[in-house]
């Protein structure tokens, strides 16, 4: 079984930066992709970025595109976002997830459904103010 650890969350104002590390207690394993989603009380879990471990295919929320980074370290599996230009309405929890995928032309509609995912993290709080 493998197990997500997430780090990296913090309170920053407005336009600073974060760097969310994700670490699974495994690697190799069958999990072929790997996400950020991030929710807040009273909301769905959402996908904020994902990309699979092969690094062919990367996908970003447009809320986020542009501010935010996937990558891997492909030799350990750690999985890393980098968040820039940070605003009050990124204020949420981060948590990483993984999954087993199929075909490359399913990704793009597959990321973004959290119950696609069995691997989780336990949540790095993301606090920005204005």
């Known amino acids: 079984q493998v197990r997500l650890v997430e780090s990296g969350g913090g309170s920053v104002v407005a336009g600073g930066s974060l760097r969310l590390i994700c670490t699974p207690s495994?690697?190799?394993?069958?999990?072929?992709?790997m996400a950020w989603f991030r929710q807040t009380p009273g909301k769905e879990r959402e996908g904020g970025g994902s990309?699979?471990?092969?690094?062919?295919?990367?996908f970003y929320a447009d809320s986020v595109k542009g501010r935010f980074t996937i990558s891997q370290v492909r030799a350990q599996g750690t999985v890393f976002l980098e968040m820039n230009n940070l605003e009050p309405e990124d204020t949420a929890r981060y948590y990483c997830?993984?999954?087993?995928?199929?075909?490359?032309?399913?990704?793009?509609?597959?990321?973004?459904?959290?119950?696609?995912?069995?691997?989780w993290g336990q949540g790095t709080q993301v606090s920005v103010a204005a």
């Open positions: 495994t690697y190799p394993s069958a999990i072929n992709f």
């Open positions: 997830a993984g999954a087993v995928f199929g075909e490359m032309r399913t990704w793009a509609a597959a990321w973004r459904q959290s119950r696609n995912y069995h691997f």
């Open positions: 990309m699979d471990t092969g690094g062919r295919a990367t």
